[in-house]
């Protein structure tokens, strides 16, 4: 079987590697031409482990939209390898001028993780150095890969043209038998330094957007790794600017040779265990003018071809059925001259660009029955009542976080007691303990039982509320507060009295690993009247409710002023008489217990 693969390159010479001929010396190995979905691709990488590195680029041609592709397209991967303790496991690099870390191999477990720690990669910027980050893959990349039968493979995404070599760190690579493949982005990508990383056309993949970088493409690049264990079930051929080579994998280690056809006996045209760094990975490299390597010119299209073949022996002393011979070959097409003019080109205009975020709207209420219950303005001592705290925001976005704070209670007269420290906890479980913040960190919500201060029938909750910004975990150690279990406690007269003093001590919140905004804001609850139970009843009245809602609709549809005057008279007589019906009636049974 003889197939071939054309590109053109920008250099005087550019290589392009073709897979020629496999076969067995007896039968040759049919073509898998099977269709495949999504269920297949599940099947295989279930039965089948990698570790593998994701070379990210971050230069400044990408920008902050567009590296957010990159990063769901990683997430894509995350999900489609089935990473776990034992089976495949990803490690991510992001490169710009200089490579970094972001993610090792064995640093998250599950696919979940992967991509909570995936979306959290801030983007770098800078130059364009990918040579640098296939080295630092090389040298760092594999660090905690597990060896033996896991094989090792790196995918780099790139949107243009490096500016440093790529060829030597990417023969770096695959000499240390790690299969590299290379996506490029948009029509500015060098491709032939896409081919000069991989080594192999097959393993190049081109997409005009980022858009591109989909679930679709990471499932292709899923079953191009995973239909062979991961390895090139097919030979690698190498194709570099002065030698030519194969590479290919076996299911049990490798005890025989690899040789060029006829020159089993030349040494450096013979590779054996001893050469094999893995024992299943094997392959030879050999010079073009070394081993009879033959070499020709082809006028249509102008190159030049370079070809061998290759004899994988497992035998140590005698050839077998089972061997395979390959015949590989490169072309090495001729660029067209170019003509070059010096050019002036000016800088880039600066662009500015700023993200306006509107102010939520915070309020602090207390609620009956429920936190979702209505509004209390009248309690009974004892009364299980729900303070609320909530900041919204406007079309319905999810941009803040709040921290409640610094809250005390007020009689109306100036005495207060604090109730929530400076870091939102709560400092007497009588009075109120930590609040329970939900997962939008935007409501807050706790339950406490009704308390007045002696002989003092109005409550009055203060507390402030200081904003964060979610994105890029900017409210990480500031909402929700880290608190101890409240305990209680007794609020002494000499507390009382230094309430004020204390407050002004405990109001400012203290410097955690992420400051604030510095948007602090003061909420407080509507006074609250704790009353007797008889009272409560006539408040709850629906007559008393109905009084109100009916003199409101009356005055909407009245159009005589003193039909107006009159209806909100008999209102204001009914409130009248209700109120002094229960200042009466306290007064009676407090008269009666005394006589008693």
């Known amino acids: 079987m003889n197939c071939r693969r054309r590109f053109g390159w920008s250099g005087i010479l550019g290589a392009v590697c073709l897979v020629i001929s496999l076969g067995h010396?007896?039968?040759?190995?049919?073509i898998d031409n099977g269709l495949i979905d999504s269920e297949l691709i599940k099947e295989c990488v279930t039965n089948n482990t990698v570790?593998?590195?994701?070379?990210?680029?971050?230069?400044?041609?990408?920008?902050?939209?567009?590296?957010?592709?990159q990063l769901n397209f990683a997430a894509h991967l995350a999900r489609r390898l089935n990473v776990s303790t034992s089976t495949s496991h990803l490690a991510i690099i992001q490169y710009a001028e200089t490579p970094q870390l972001e993610i090792s191999l064995n640093q998250y477990t599950t696919s979940s993780q992967l991509e909570w720690a995936i979306q959290r990669i801030k983007f770098q910027s800078g130059a364009t150095n990918t040579g640098q980050a296939l080295q630092f893959a090389h040298d760092s990349g594999f660090q905690?890969?597990?060896?033996?039968?896991?094989?090792?493979?790196?995918?780099?995404?790139?949107?243009?043209?490096?500016?440093?070599n790529v060829a030597e760190a990417a023969q770096r690579l695959r000499d240390a038998h790690v299969m590299v493949y290379a996506i490029g982005v948009t029509n500015l990508v060098n491709v032939h330094q896409l081919h000069q990383m991989?080594?192999?056309?097959?393993?190049?993949f081109t997409v005009e957007t980022f858009e591109?970088?989909?679930?679709?493409?990471?499932?292709?690049?899923?079953?191009?790794?995973?239909?062979?264990?991961?390895?090139p079930g097919t030979p690698d051929i190498i194709c570099a600017p002065d030698r030519i080579g194969v590479r290919?994998?076996?299911?049990?280690?490798?005890?025989?040779?690899?040789?060029?056809?006829?020159?089993?006996?030349?040494?450096?045209?013979?590779?054996?265990?001893?050469?094999?760094?893995?024992?299943?990975?094997?392959?030879?490299?050999?010079?073009?003018?070394?081993?009879?390597v033959h070499r020709y010119r082809s006028l249509e299209p102008r190159g030049i071809f370079v070809e061998m073949t290759v004899v994988f022996m497992f035998h140590s002393l005698f050839m077998t059925k089972v061997d395979q011979t390959v015949k590989i070959q490169c072309f090495?097409?001729?660029?067209?001259?170019?003509?070059?003019?010096?050019?002036?080109?000016?800088?880039?205009?600066t662009q500015f660009r700023e993200k306006m975020y509107e102010m939520p709207r915070c309020e602090y209420t207390l609620r009956k029955d429920h936190p979702n219950g209505p509004i209390v303005q009248y309690a009974t001592l004892g009364q299980s009542v729900f303070h609320r705290w909530e900041c919204i925001e406007q079309n319905n976005q999810d941009t803040f976080g709040m921290l409640v704070h610094s809250c005390y209670v007020d009689n109306g007269f100036g005495d207060r007691v604090d109730i929530l420290d400076n870091k939102g906890c709560g400092l007497d479980a009588v009075l109120l303990s930590t609040p329970e913040y939900d997962d939008t960190l935007r409501l807050a919500t706790k339950a406490y039982h009704v308390f007045k201060y002696a002989d003092r029938p109005v409550l009055q909750f203060q507390c402030q509320v200081t904003l964060c910004l979610k994105f890029d975990g900017g409210c990480d150690g500031i909402t929700p507060p880290d608190c101890p279990e409240t305990q209680a406690h007794h609020t002494h007269h000499a507390q009382l009295q230094h309430g004020l003093k204390r407050l002004r001590k405990t109001r400012t919140v203290p410097t955690r690993r992420n400051e604030p905004l510095g948007n602090t804001l003061d909420v407080f609850t509507k006074p609250i009247m704790i009353v007797d139970e008889q009272f409560s009843e006539i408040t709850e009245c629906a007559i008393f409710n109905n009084v109100s809602s009916s003199v409101a609709t009356e005055a909407q549809n009245l159009t005589n002023p003193i039909i107006l005057l009159a209806a909100l008279a008999a209102f204001n007589l009914i409130c009248a008489c209700g109120t002094a019906f229960f200042w009466l009636s306290r007064r009676f049974h407090g008269t009666v217990r005394i006589k008693e």
Not at 149 to 158: A, E, L, N, S, Y
């Open 198 to 204: 991989t080594g192999n056309a097959l393993r190049v």
């Open 332 to 349: 090495y097409m001729e660029a067209e001259k170019t003509v070059t003019v010096p050019l002036e080109v000016s800088m880039i205009t």
């Open 144 to 164: 905690g890969a597990r060896g033996g039968t896991v094989p090792r493979v790196v995918i780099v995404v790139t949107d243009g043209q490096s500016q440093d």
């Open 212 to 231: 591109e970088l989909d679930k679709s493409l990471a499932e292709s690049l899923t079953w191009d790794m995973c239909k062979t264990e991961f390895r």
């Open 51 to 69: 570790d593998l590195v994701l070379i990210l680029d971050g230069s400044g041609s990408i920008g902050d939209e567009t590296f957010q592709l």
């Open 248 to 292: 290919a994998s076996t299911k049990k280690p490798f005890d025989g040779y690899v040789f060029v056809m006829d020159h089993f006996h030349d040494e450096e045209c013979r590779a054996g265990p001893e050469q094999f760094p893995d024992p299943k990975s094997i392959g030879i490299t050999v010079p073009f003018n070394n081993c009879n």
């Open 25 to 30: 010396l007896s039968q040759a190995i049919p």
